[in-house]
């Protein structure tokens, strides 16, 4: 009895999706298309995946990298052939720039409708180049599929993690699309995937081979997926501060940590003076311009620099001099464990300038005349959240200005909320998705950060299919435009007029009337107690909501972080002469 191309079809998807299990894939992010039937169907059957349906294609690679950070582990993102497969490239480049595991499926059309006009068909073998991991394009399934179905399935995966990115699947399915799953090949007899890869542990340069690197006065610079406590044990041990990025984990209370690092270090005068010997790097990348130039200036002066297993090779400055490969826990343990006396003065004194950076932010965002009455600003509001939402919650914010001012003016807490943000290629696209996405894979309330042209930009995320999960509450920084834009040089380069039309590009569209035209509950405010009763209500426990928050005009904000740094650097120079 001959078995038709549909089941053929039918049973190598489910071979597939069923190495994915194994690997431990448990969510899926498909988008309505004819050509994905046969894979759509085969993760639809298993009940150990969840299925989540957007509608549009740029929108579901964002949000499939929101579950690939909420659950640690590579979601699925199926489309069908066509535009659709080209809409996923922006997705694709977020996740592989940021180092986060993602397998992308794309359905196409066999070989035979290829080059002839047929509807849909576009060349989607290598569609994202460089931005992939690894990509494979296996044609039509045919036979039994013995062993590679498996391997197709399981390689993905590994490739993924290990490559820490995005892999493409191109699957070209014929008609009939409809078929019936027989028998599987064969899996490994444990229950675990057809490959599995472990990477080396030992670092390939211990940390004895760098000791006098140790005994210098140092600093440690602690970005993304950095390890928290084994950084604050190796600070204590060498005397070193940790200048901590808000998504590190370690904007803590402990005498180790520095906050304001770039505050502190935007006078000349101040950085010359805190200038390091030894620079550790862990972790993804400040989003600070300030201090990666601190970085730079200190290596090309002689600071040697070095990163412990960093996801990518990120050194923009070219001052790397060590890269540490290997298991970062077990270098960091042997850091600890070398013979160090540490440099007599040399952390106080960064204790000292990040109390007076923090007393200064703290004067001016209380007494400054934009501030009068509990007004929100932009800085305000970053640091208002970084003190007030509980550790339970996640805190996702869009990577132009509220990363830079939570990352700025964010403070220190015992238990600080769990912060995310699209750092890869440091876009505003797809921040509702990516944050939509978050909520829906984890089990903590969600609130997401964002001005008003990211909201806009990624409105089709605010559709709903019926299928929400999660709570995620989305704040809107409403300034009027890209006030981003007021921070380089082309505010002054350019005419105003001209500026605002290429630059600023200050929409008409009201956020608040967006947001209630897609059924999202909405709350209007412009005080922090206003603020404050907008979370209480929503987070935790809307499914979706908004709270759009006036805040200052563009250049009203713009001077106002000038004075913020400047009465930073005012207190800091003084802490220094102590």
């Not at 046969?38 to 150990?48: G, I, K, M, S």
């Not at 290829?114 to 569609?127: D, I, M, S």
């Not at 620079?279 to 600070?288: F, R």
């Not at 890269?323 to 004194?349: H, N, T, Y």
Request: net charge negative.
């Amino acid at each position: 009895m001959s078995v038709s191309s549909g089941d053929v079809q039918a049973t190598f998807c489910a071979t597939v999706v069923d190495e994915w299990i194994r690997a431990g894939v448990a969510h899926a992010v498909v988008c309505p298309g004819s050509r994905s039937t046969p894979l759509v169907l085969a993760l639809a059957d298993r009940e150990e995946v969840a299925v989540h349906v957007r509608l549009d294609e740029r929108g579901a690679c964002f949000y499939a990298i929101g579950l690939s950070l909420a659950t640690g582990t590579p979601a699925v993102v199926v489309t069908t052939s066509g535009t659709a497969a080209a809409e996923l490239h922006a997705g694709i480049l977020e996740a592989s720039h940021a180092g986060i595991p993602l397998i992308v499926c794309t359905a196409d059309r066999p070989a035979r409708l290829h080059h002839v006009g047929a509807p849909q068909t576009v060349e989607q073998a290598n569609l994202f180049a460089g931005a992939v991991r690894w990509s494979f394009e296996p044609g039509l399934a045919h036979g039994s599929g013995d062993d590679w179905w498996r391997s197709v399935g399981a390689r993905a995966v590994a490739e993924a993690v290990v490559g820490a990115g995005p892999v493409h699947l191109n699957l070209a399915f014929d008609e009939p699309l409809f078929g019936q799953a027989g028998p599987l090949p064969p899996g490994r007899p444990d229950g675990t995937g057809w490959h599995r890869v472990s990477q080396g542990t030992g670092a390939h340069l211990d940390a004895a081979g760098l000791i006098d690197l140790w005994r210098r006065p140092g600093v440690i610079v602690a970005g993304g997926s950095a390890a928290p406590g084994e950084l604050l044990a190796v600070a204590d041990h060498l005397g070193w501060p940790v200048l901590a990025d808000p998504r590190s984990g370690l904007r803590l209370d402990h005498r180790a940590v520095v906050a304001a690092a770039d505050a502190i270090l935007r006078d000349a005068e101040v950085a010359d003076a805190l200038a390091p010997q030894a620079v550790l790097i862990v972790g993804d990348p400040w989003a600070s311009r300030v201090l990666a130039e601190f970085i730079g200036s200190a290596g090309r002066s002689g600071a040697e620099v070095v990163a412990v297993d960093p996801p990518s090779w990120t050194d923009p400055a070219r001052v790397v001099h060590h890269v540490i490969r290997g298991d970062r826990g077990e270098f960091l343990a042997s850091l600890v464990a070398q013979p160090v006396v540490a440099a007599p003065g040399w952390r106080p004194r960064w204790e000292r300038v990040e109390a007076a950076a923090q007393g200064a932010i703290d004067q001016i965002l209380a007494l400054d005349p934009l501030t009068a009455g509990g007004r929100t600003t932009e800085p305000g509001t970053l640091r208002h959240l970084s003190l007030v939402l509980e550790s339970t919650t996640m805190l996702f914010v869009s990577s132009s200005m509220p990363v830079r001012d939570l990352e700025w003016y964010g403070v220190t807490r015992a238990h600080p909320p769990t912060v995310l943000a699209n750092r890869g290629a440091n876009g505003i696209d797809g921040v509702t998705s990516s944050a939509l996405g978050v909520a829906a894979g984890g089990d903590r309330p969600v609130v997401a950060v964002l001005g008003d042209l990211a909201f806009l930009h990624d409105a089709s995320a605010l559709v709903s299919l019926g299928d929400d999960r999660g709570s995620c509450t989305v704040v809107v920084l409403d300034n009027g435009g890209g006030g981003i834009f007021s921070f380089l040089p082309q505010a002054e380069a350019l005419a105003h007029e001209r500026f605002e039309r290429l630059f600023a590009t200050p929409p008409k569209a009201s956020v608040s009337a967006v947001a209630r035209g897609f059924g999202w509950p909405v709350a209007d405010v412009s005080t922090f107690l206003g603020l404050d009763d907008a979370l209480k209500r929503f987070v935790g426990q809307e499914p979706r909501s908004v709270i759009r928050v006036e805040v200052p005009s563009r250049a009203d904000n713009l001077a106002l972080h000038g004075r913020i740094h400047a009465a930073v650097a005012e207190a800091v120079r003084a802490a220094l002469e102590e």
